[in-house]
């Protein structure tokens, strides 16, 4: 845990004045997520991480943070007003400025206290991969029908096919749930880099290279209203906090709450 020396500060003084007043009966959730990268691409090298990983499957109901309406248009998740996200503003500069982490992704929503089988998957996704995923991978080459290089015999075909656009670094779901207790799960996919030994094809010295890597972090926890909470991985991390918020208007609320949650 000595990589998450960075954030020790940081989540202290998110904690500070962090616990939750009592909130009114009828109440929804506010939800805040912030993805950031570590920076030090050595602490990846203490697992073992498949070439090929599954990356998560966004399902067909997610919904996306920035297109929810700011009042509920017939389902139980809804914009968050602007102002009211401060995990997104300050600790984000704060994260960048350290230089240990590199902030990729933030997000923000207001849903309803949702059991399993009714909680809404919340996809995140954006930000910059790091170095190899901004760079196209070399064309593997095809044989014409003649037994010649396909792509020699069509030297214009990558030109057409217009500029390289690299893949987001973060791709996923957040679903928050509410059984006796409040819950959140993390399936997020990382796009960076992992350093590996190759041999120069030319002097044949060993030298350290990149190659693309998808990392992928996948946790269910149960969480406490107001504080912040971090899902560690060596490559990435995830901030999450959820406070009780009044209920929108139009919304139709429930008084239940989770036991425990302040």
Known sequence: MRRAAPLV???ALLAAGAAPA?????HWYAVEVLVFAWTDPAQRLTERWPEEPRV????EDAV????????????????LPAGEAPLLD????????????RPLVRA???QAPLGPDEAVPVRIHGGLPEGP???PEPPEPTLSAEGGDAAADQPGVAAEAGPYVPPEAVDGTVRVTLTRYLHVAVDLAYRGGLPVEVTDPVTGASMTAERRQVFRLRQRRRVRLGEVHYFDHPAFGVLVRVRRVPCPEGAECA????TGGR
């Open 9 to 11: 500060a940081l989540l």
């Open 22 to 26: 009592a909130g009114p009966a009828r």
């Open 133 to 135: 995923w901004l760079r």
């Open 108 to 110: 923000a929503w207001r």
């Open 255 to 258: 008084g239940a709450d989770a």
């Open 56 to 59: 998560p499957e966004v399902p």
């Open 90 to 101: 300050e600790p984000w500069a704060r994260l960048e400025r350290s230089g240990a982490v």
């Open 64 to 79: 996306e943070p920035a297109a929810l309406a700011p009042v509920p248009a017939g389902r139980p998740v809804a914009s």
